[in-house]
C-alpha cells in the first residue's frame, strides 16, 4: 500500500493534532530526493493532543504494522498515554506516532529546532534540516549514512545559495 | 495550527556552528547526485512531498508488473 501523505497530513492538521515532521518525509521537505514509505511524526504527549489524534485516526482502521491480524488493539487514549512510539498501517498509509526519538527528545524538547512549512494549505512543523542530520547522526543506523550524506549536501547547497 | 509552547528557532544553519566532518559521511558524500538536490531546491515542499509520493506510485506499479510475469 502506498502512502497517502497528502491525506495524512491533512487528516492530523485539521484535527489541529500538534506533530513534528521527522525522517524521511522531513528529509524530503528539506529538498532530499530518496524515497520514503511512511509518514513519521512526532505528537506532543499531552492529554488534549492524545485526544484529537485519537480522534483524528479512528476512522482510518490504524493498527500495529506487521503484526499478525486479529490482535485486540484497539487504538484508544489509554493505549497512546500507556505506549510511547507507535509504528501502524492505516487505512491512508504508514505512520509512525513518535513520543520521542533518539537525539531529539520528544515534543517541546524538538519544537525550538522546527521550521513552519506550508503544505496542501496547512502550516505544520518540520525539524530543522541541521537538527535531523544531528538526530540521524545519533541513531547510528548503518542505512542512514547515505541518507545523512545527501542531508548534509543538501545543508551545503542551501548554505551555497544563500552567500 | 499550532498552540506552541516554546518559540522554535529560525533556521539558522548559516550562523549555528557546523557539524563536525564525519569521515564515513564525507566518504559517502561524493556519491550525492548534486543535481538532483539542485533540482528539488527549486520545487515548493509540497512539490517535493508529491514527488516522493508518485516516486513510490511508480516503484509499486513496476513490482507489481515484474510479479505479474
Known sequence: ?163 | MHETTAKPKPPSEIEDPPLPADPVIEAYKKDVDRTLLRQSLKMTVEERILSVQKLNQFIEELQRATRAK
Not at chain 1, 538526530?135 to 542505512?143: E, I, L, Q, Y
Not at chain 1, 550524506?149 to 548554505?159: M, T
Request: net charge negative.
Open chain 1, 1 to 163: 500500500m502506498i502512502t497517502d501523505f497528502e491525506a495524512l497530513i491533512r487528516l492530523l492538521s485539521q484535527d489541529s493534532v500538534e506533530f513534528i515532521l521527522v525522517g524521511g518525509i522531513a528529509a524530503a521537505a528539506h529538498g532530499a530526493a530518496r524515497s520514503t514509505r511512511d509518514l513519521d511524526v512526532v505528537y506532543r504527549r499531552s492529554p488534549e493532543n492524545i485526544a484529537r489524534l485519537v480522534k483524528a485516526l479512528s476512522c482510518h482502521a490504524p493498527y500495529l504494522r506487521g503484526a499478525p491480524p486479529g490482535l485486540p488493539f484497539r487504538f484508544d487514549r489509554e493505549t497512546v498515554l500507556r505506549g510511547l512510539n507507535f509504528t501502524l498501517i492505516t487505512d491512508l498509509g504508514e505512520l509512525d506516532l513518535l513520543g520521542e526519538i533518539v537525539g531529539g527528545g520528544n515534543y517541546e524538547e524538538l519544537l525550538p529546532y522546527t521550521v513552519e512549512v506550508e503544505i496542501f494549505g496547512w502550516t505544520c512543523r518540520t525539524i530543522g534540516l541541521k537538527r535531523l542530520i544531528e538526530v540521524k547522526r545519533a541513531a547510528g543506523r548503518p542505512k542512514d549514512l547515505e541518507a545523512i550524506a545527501e542531508l548534509e549536501a543538501l545543508l551545503e547547497e542551501r548554505l551555497k545559495g544563500r552567500t
